[in-house]
Nanobody
Framework: QVQLVESGGELVQPGGSLTLSCVVSGFTFNKLAINWYRQPLGKERELVAGISSAGTSIHYADFMKGRVTISRDNAKNTARLQMDNLRPEDTAVYYC?????????????WGQGTQVTVTG
């Protein structure tokens, strides 16, 4: 059974930083692309960033460029999303998604999400 467990979401002040983690089990991690999506309350889910299985291809959403870094450690079955200079509009539930392809929400496996709240 494939499981994705996100962690790291919390309340942070504007301008602050957070690093989200996603630990994957039940599948060969280095065969999966990892995408991070977010869904603000009452809004559509949107792609934040994606990284290919080998880490050689990375995609960032325009609204996060310069403020986000996606990475993965295939030896630890873990992907991370570092977010800097956070804004109130970054408030959302952030989801880890493991799939065959980067930057696509089709198929694959989803985590339960972790809440990021930017306020202060």
């Amino acid at each position: 059974q494939v499981q994705l467990v996100e962690s790291g979401g919390e309340l942070v002040q504007p301008g602050g930083s957070l690093t989200l983690s996603c630990v994957v089990s039940g599948f060969t991690f280095n065969k999966l692309a990892i995408n991070w999506y977010r869904q603000p309350l009452g809004k559509e889910r949107e792609l934040v960033a994606g990284i290919s299985s080998a880490g050689t291809s990375i995609h960032y959403a325009d609204f996060m460029k310069g403020r986000v870094t996606i990475s993965r450690d295939n030896a630890k079955n873990t992907a991370r999303l570092q977010m800097d200079n956070l804004r109130p509009e970054d408030t959302a539930v952030y989801y880890c998604h493991a799939a065959s392809f980067i930057a696509t929400a089709e198929g694959g496996f989803w985590g339960q999400g972790t809440q990021v709240t930017v306020t202060g």
